[in-house]
């Protein structure tokens, strides 16, 4: 019986955690926003066609999970229609680059940290992240919090160097646009049977 016992122990802890999967599906309140921050100029331009899942077990995060995320960059509004005209077409070229992806990633910290209903837990995250055609790592600290069994919400914010991905700054708009952008993106996620 005790062999029983140790072996029934030892197949449960051998056993796979099972991974939920969110899907994350575009528009509110699901959001991406930069701030362009120039000598002259502040703006900011904003979306909320992000879209894409989450692969993670709540309570074994692990050392990794599977994300990807599409944002669909011709969505991007400053306010201004001229303004978003120029950007699309001159600067992010998004008939050519339509979207950004962000794909990965590798927990980095904290070490053995799990999701408990209704607390925010902050996580050091490296993933793959594709904008303008060039794909470069990017380190972030994102802020998930899983609501319920269901639900999970996530922050995060981090900035981008325009010449790390290939985006020229308009000439005659130089002290207007700043050459690193802030980004903001916050989503929320429901639990996926696909």
């Not at 229609?81 to 992806?101: I, V």
């Amino acid at each position: 019986m005790r062999y029983v016992l140790c072996l029934t122990a030892a197949l449960l802890a051998a056993t796979p955690s099972v991974a939920a999967r969110f899907a994350l599906k575009a528009g509110a309140p699901n959001q991406v926003v930069f701030v362009s921050k120039a000598a002259t100029e502040t703006f900011e331009g904003k979306t909320d066609q992000i879209a894409g899942s989450i692969e993670v077990d709540p309570a074994a995060i692990g050392d990794s999970v599977t994300v990807h995320f599409e944002v669909a960059m011709a969505s991007l509004d400053t306010g201004i229609g001229k303004r978003n005209q120029h950007m699309r077409e001159n600067h992010l070229e998004t008939a050519k680059y339509p979207t950004a992806l962000f794909d990965g990633a590798a927990v980095l910290g904290p070490k053995d940290a799990a999701l408990a209903v209704g607390a925010k837990t902050v996580f050091d995250v490296e993933g793959q992240f594709t904008l303008h055609g060039v794909t470069r790592r990017l380190r972030v600290a994102v802020d998930v919090t899983l609501v319920d069994a269901q639900t999970l919400e996530f922050a995060a914010s981090f900035q981008v160097p325009l010449a790390d991905y290939a985006i020229s700054r308009p000439r005659f708009l130089f002290l207007k646009l700043g050459e690193v952008q802030d980004v903001r993106v916050k989503g929320r996620a429901t639990r996926s049977s696909e």
